[in-house]
């Protein structure tokens, strides 16, 4: 199955948790969800009383359209992990057992997202605009996050969007977590190696988080990529 677009499809709190290594300490950061499109991460985290501002061209379309996106994306999504069970998952390790199963999950996400979003808007939590440009003043996060956009569809997005993405990630936040760092022919995406040279040149700290035993996905799919600001 060709993917020709960005599909909208999101995870919920705990496997934010998992796939972005994130412990107690790092969800009492101001957080940016650059990237969170339909995912319930906002809308659990604020019922936590915690803080985060998701980031998304999703949030500036009209409500019926959000709602149509999500629904494409839960049928597509359930149709393309049905084509990949064999090469896109690792079985077992989420307490995943089939595909019903996760896209079971996905939509259960997307639905407290709809929920959050109907009565929220667009505004304070949710913030519509889209990368390599962010509407944010430097340091106004902690930490940033980007879960399934940057790397997985690079067949889409060129190396240099890449960087020009991170860079303002980095301007706005200190600490920038992406995770996977596959695309999705699946395989480790070519822009990984060229990006960390690159970072690494102009003095940032990188490192590879293992998610160890939360390997959610083939071919390299359980390691997060960290970066710390200079
Ligand atoms: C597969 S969803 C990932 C949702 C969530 N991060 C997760 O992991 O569950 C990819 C998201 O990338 C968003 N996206 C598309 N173009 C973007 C851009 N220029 N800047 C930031 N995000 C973008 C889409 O709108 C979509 O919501």
């Known amino acids: 199955m060709d993917v020709t677009e960005v599909v909208h ?12 290594a994130l412990t107690d300490q790092d969800l009492d950061k101001r957080i940016l969800g650059c990237s969170d499109g339909p995912a319930c991460f906002n809308a659990e985290m604020t019922r936590q009383k915690r803080s985060v501002v998701s980031f998304d ?6 409500l019926a359209h959000i709602e149509e996106r999500v629904r494409h994306g839960a ?3 359930r149709s393309y992990s049905s084509a990949h069970r064999h090469d896109l998952f690792r ?16 939509e259960a996400a997307m639905s407290l997202f709809l929920d ?23 340091d106004s996060f ?13 067949h889409l997005l060129s190396l240099r969007y890449h960087l020009d993405s991170i860079h303002q990630l980095l301007r706005v936040a200190r600490e920038v977590r992406i995770h996977p ?30 998610l160890g035993r939360y390997e959610r996905l083939a071919n390299g799919g359980n390691v997060t990529l960290q970066i710390c600001r200079r």
């Open 9 to 20: 499809w999101g995870r919920d709190l705990d496997e934010y948790c998992q796939m972005f």
């Open 57 to 62: 061209p999703l949030y500036g379309l009209p």
């Open 75 to 77: 049928e597509f999504g």
């Open 91 to 106: 079985w077992g390790t989420q307490g995943y057992t089939n595909v019903d199963d996760v896209a079971d999950r996905h």
């Open 116 to 138: 959050d979003f109907r009565t929220e808007g667009e505004g304070q939590r949710y913030v519509a605009g889209g990368l390599p440009e962010l509407p944010f003043a430097d």
């Open 142 to 154: 902690d930490l940033a996050l980007c879960g399934h956009y940057l790397f997985l569809y690079s």
């Open 181 to 210: 760092l596959i695309d999705l022919t699946p395989a480790r995406s070519p822009y990984v190696e060229p990006v960390i040279n690159a970072l690494r040149a102009e003095g940032h700290h990188i490192s590879l988080l293992d």
